[in-house]
């Protein structure tokens, strides 16, 4: 398939530029952010991101985690286990229902929260939410459209710059 098409309109032409720079913007804004929390924090944009989301509102699930980032569970699920392994967050059985697992920030994670900067994800949604709700269900239409025509592994996306999330049991 061609990038371009020679005798396309130059109002199509142009609406293509508009549509990779904004790509390209968002990429970028997320990609600068993430390199400069780890270099001044040590985790990753996305890491920032869950982590801030459970010191708002812990004790949080996994899932719940999950609907509030707007992730799927497997890619919340591996940010998790690192926020874990830097004894950022601590998983503790609920005492209401012992089935259930709540993450909560630790000592060590309210401290680094108190210096960290407000995520990037946070700006990108708050930017989509003050969209009308028809248009953002057009985006998002039209973005998976084109997703689909990308040819997308078909797993899960993992959060932003967090690298894939890993396969687990009978996957």
Do not use: W, Y
């Not at 899932?63 to 699920?77: I, K, P």
């Not at 708050?126 to 057009?138: M, S, Y």
């Amino acid at each position: 398939m061609e990038a371009t098409n020679d005798r396309a309109p130059e109002s199509s032409i142009e609406a293509l530029r508009a549509i990779l720079d904004a790509v390209r913007h968002i990429v970028q804004v997320m990609r600068t952010f993430s390199t400069s929390t780890e270099s001044e924090l040590g985790l990753t944009a996305a890491q920032l991101f869950a982590l801030q989301v459970i010191g708002r509102h812990a004790p949080l699930t996994v899932n719940e985690l999950a609907a509030r980032t707007f992730t799927h569970q497997s890619s919340v699920s591996v940010v998790v286990r690192r926020l874990g392994e830097k004894s950022l967050v601590t998983k503790t059985p609920s005492a209401r229902d012992r089935r259930r697992v709540e993450l909560a920030p630790t000592r060590k994670g309210l401290k680094l929260l108190e210096r960290a900067p407000a995520a990037a994800q946070d700006r990108l949604i708050a930017a989509l939410e003050v969209l009308a709700p028809a248009d953002r269900d057009q985006l998002a239409a039209l973005l998976n459209q084109v997703v689909r025509k990308l040819e997308p592994s078909g797993r899960a996306p993992s959060m932003f710059f967090e690298g894939e999330p890993e396969s687990g049991p009978g996957e």
